[in-house]
Nanobody, 122 residues
Framework: QVQLVESGGGLVQAGSSLRLSCAAS????????ISWFRQAPGKDREFVAR????????DHADSVKGRFAISRDKDKNTAYLQMNSLKPEDTAVYYC???????????????WGQGTQVTVSS
């Protein structure tokens, strides 16, 4: 059974940094993509970043390029989202998700974590 557990969220001031973690278990992830999505109150869930587990190739949404960086540690079965220069508009619940396709669409992901809240104050 696949399990994804996020951690690392919190309340920070604008300009600060946070690192989110997504501990994955229950499967060989070599053929999968792990992504981060976020959802702010009253808004749709949006793609943030993805990493292909086997190659480490990454992709980031334009809104976070240059500030956020996704990575993965194969030995620890953990994906990370390093978030720098945080802005109030980054406030959201952040979810990690596992999918068979390197997609930016949430509908293509079948496994989700419970989410971790990130709040950025101005």
């Amino acid at each position: 059974q696949v399990q994804l557990v996020e951690s690392g969220g919190g309340l920070v001031q604008a300009g600060s940094s946070l690192r989110l973690s997504c501990a994955a278990s229950g499967r060989n992830f070599s053929m999968y993509t792990i992504s981060w999505f976020r959802q702010a109150p009253g808004k749709d869930r949006e793609f943030v970043a993805r990493v292909q587990w086997s190659s480490g190739a990454t992709d980031h949404a334009d809104s976070v390029k240059g500030r956020f960086a996704i990575s993965r540690d194969k030995d620890k079965n953990t994906a990370y989202l390093q978030m720098n220069s945080l802005k109030p508009e980054d406030t959201a619940v952040y979810y990690c998700a596992l999918g068979a396709l390197p997609s930016t669409y949430s509908r293509n992901y079948h496994y989700w974590g419970q989410g971790t809240q990130v709040t950025v104050s101005s």
